[in-house]
């Protein structure tokens, strides 16, 4: 089995604004260490995957950035999109150029931008993943048990074994983010929150685009290799051709080629300032990132990019210091942040921020 990442890095992450900007969305942020997540991302598949293996789709205008974030990633694989299409597009793309990699070529579609701790489970993992989609010819997505009903992810419905003594299981239905009541019904069900991470052997996914997105299918048909000269054309009359609708939509919730192993690692998807409050918190409960001197502060998440954060007698904070940007919330309202992005739009000084 050889494994190919295929990391999805298109995002803007503008709930970890003030420090996430459009030039540097939250996939190139040192968050959960001194590297960016996208550098994090794929350290933690090796030894199993290489980074010459590994490709990463991505907004044109991030390629630069993208690419000196994983220098050892070939360039021909750093994809620029002309335009956001969500990640049908993206993911047939890399089908295609995979094809033919070998009959023992997996491509593994992972965000760039989660907390996912052990690596070493991961790994396990996605290794018996690999070895199920190659065997049975699926689709396996990566299933996380949930520790709490949340409202804010997909869940996947399990079905029965996909053969004795496997730990897949058969998808029996996706299920749209939930309201609270439904979302304990589903915990209480046995549901598993879909974590967008699945694989694929290239052939496959293509045989399922071609019937389940037909518009898709056509527009990849005479696609050069990524070398070629004319790449950037050729990417945008893909682009135009293509609708814009994400992979589960497009295929997942219409393949009868589904399944799903439960997931052995912890896994979160870092969506606000407040999921950083995680193991590495001190005994007053703080998770501090940077320079910070802190006296009677407890519960908080404190993150210092320049200069040194200073707080007294304050609970349940999240603050973050920027060179030119200091935010100051409720930890609990964290995932707010986005409406002060939206009305730094509206203003003219503050939307030179963002």
Same mark, same amino acid.
């Given at each position: 089995m #050889?494994?190919?990442p295929v990391i999805l890095a298109g995002g803007r992450g503008e709930r970890f604004w003030p420090l996430s900007r459009r030039a540097r969305p939250k996939q190139l942020l040192p968050l959960l260490s001194d590297r960016p997540m996208i550098a994090d991302t794929l350290a933690r598949l090796t030894p199993l995957a290489k980074p010459a293996d590994a490709w990463v789709i991505t907004a044109r205008d991030l390629e630069p950035a993208i690419r000196a974030a994983v220098p050892d990633v070939p360039a021909r694989q750093v994809i620029g999109e002309p335009t956001g299409k969500n990640t049908a597009p993206a993911v047939a793309l890399a089908a295609w150029w =995979? #094809?033919?990699a070998g009959p023992d070529a997996v491509a593994a579609v992972l965000p760039s931008d989660h907390r996912i701790e052990p690596a070493d489970a991961l790994r396990r993992d996605l290794e018996e993943a690999a070895g199920v989609a190659l065997e049975r010819r699926a689709i396996v997505v =990566? +299933?996380?048990p949930p520790t709490h009903?949340?409202? +804010?992810? +997909?869940?996947i419905e399990t079905g029965e074994l996909a053969a004795p003594g496997s730990r897949a299981r058969r998808v029996a239905a996706f299920r749209e983010k939930p309201d609270r009541d439904t979302a304990a019904r589903y915990v209480t069900a046995g549901h598993l929150w879909n974590a967008g991470m699945f694989l694929f052997s290239p052939e496959v996914m293509l045989e399922e685009i071609r019937v389940h997105a037909p518009e898709i299918g056509a527009a990849l048909e005479g696609l050069p290799d990524p070398a070629a000269?004319?790449?950037e054309r050729a990417l945008e009359r893909y682009y135009a051709a293509v609708p814009s609708i994400s992979i589960d939509y497009a295929v997942m919730e219409r393949t009868r080629?589904? =399944? &799903?192993?439960p997931a052995r690692f912890g896994w979160d998807d870092l969506g606000s300032w407040a999921a950083l409050a995680g193991s590495d918190r001190n005994q007053a409960g703080n998770t501090v990132r940077g320079r910070a001197l802190l006296e009677d502060v407890a519960g908080s998440v404190v993150f210092a990019e320049d200069g040194l954060v200073a707080a007294l007698g304050v609970r349940?904070? &999240?603050i973050v210091r920027t060179g030119d940007v200091t935010l100051v919330c409720p930890r609990e309202r964290a995932q707010e942040v986005r409406a002060l992005v939206e009305r730094a739009r509206k203003e003219p000084d503050a939307s030179k921020l963002l």
């Open positions: #050889r494994l190919h =995979l #094809r033919g =990566l +299933g996380i009903p949340e409202t +804010g992810y +997909g869940y000269p004319d790449l080629n589904a =399944l &799903v192993l349940d904070l &999240v």
